[in-house]
């Protein structure tokens, strides 16, 4: 019972700073918690919750195509979705962790507030704008660094006849720089290589891959007219004519129109 008193009597005789004080800190240690939670749901978006959804079995060359860049601009826009919600995280948890920081100086003796400075946003400064990139690189796209010379040392080989080692040698490029500014044109040059090999069925792969990946590339109107054109080769007349007549639809002023329209005149296209 003394005991008790004691307590009681030593807690009312706390100064009323000192109570103000632990209900600050108790404050700060909820809006912590808050924003530990915030930082858990967001990580939980960034993981993954299956295997791609895109089942493109049983569909023709162009069903694919169309398929592929509809998924293409699903993912864009949900990677600009999610880019925003991180930006809002950020943001938010950034100026939370300041207030925080101001609200813990007032409690500290000597704690100058004007030395606190600006608080760094969550995850670390935001990654510099890169160079513009010189006008004749395509799309603008930057290039990686061996980027260029890579690419020339297999149109070197692939000029020199060996068509083996440039199609290997752009295999690996487009696995390196699986979506840099030379990608496409180095599928479509691995089709070319790929043709003269007679592998017929890989180089329309590499056609389809060059076009699909790079649609206003400057490979693209010929990587659809040789997919098209290998199709045919293949015994797939629907899909090459259908193929063909997108060529022209797509690219009515260039000149792999005028051959796509020639193709087509000598095969029986609907």
Do not use: W
Request: glycine content about 10%.
């Amino acid at each position: 019972m003394l005991r008790a008193a004691l307590a009681l009597s030593v807690a009312l005789s706390l100064p009323v700073s000192v109570q103000a004080q632990d209900n600050t800190l108790a404050d700060i240690r909820q809006e912590l918690s808050i924003l530990l939670v915030e930082v858990q749901k967001l990580r939980r978006e960034l993981s993954t919750t299956g295997t791609p959804g895109v089942d493109l079995s049983g569909t023709s060359a162009l069903q694919r195509i169309d398929t592929m860049e509809a998924e293409l601009r699903r993912l864009t826009g949900k990677t600009e979705e999610l880019e925003n919600r991180v930006n809002s995280v950020v943001t938010d948890g950034t100026n939370r962790i300041g207030d925080l920081q101001f609200r813990v100086c007032e409690l500290e003796p000597g704690c100058d507030i004007g030395a606190i400075g600006e608080t760094k946003p969550i995850g670390g400064e935001a990654a510099p704008v890169a160079v513009p990139a010189p006008a004749d690189t395509p799309q603008g796209t930057e290039l990686a660094i061996g980027e260029k010379q890579d690419f020339d040392r297999a149109r070197e080989v692939l000029d020199q006849g060996d068509f083996r080692t440039a199609a290997d040698l752009f295999a690996t490029f487009t696995q390196t720089y699986t979506a840099g500014a030379l990608t496409g044109e180095a599928h479509f040059y691995r089709g070319e290589a790929l043709s003269q090999l007679g592998q017929r069925e890989e180089a329309a792969r590499a056609y389809l891959e060059s076009f699909s990946g790079s649609p206003d590339g400057a490979k693209a109107p010929q990587a659809l007219l040789k997919l098209g054109l290998m199709l045919n080769d293949l015994g797939q007349p629907a899909d090459s004519c259908a193929i063909l007549g997108e060529v022209t639809t797509r690219f009515p002023s260039s000149p792999a129109s005028i051959e796509a329209q020639t193709a087509r005149a000598g095969m029986t296209c609907g």
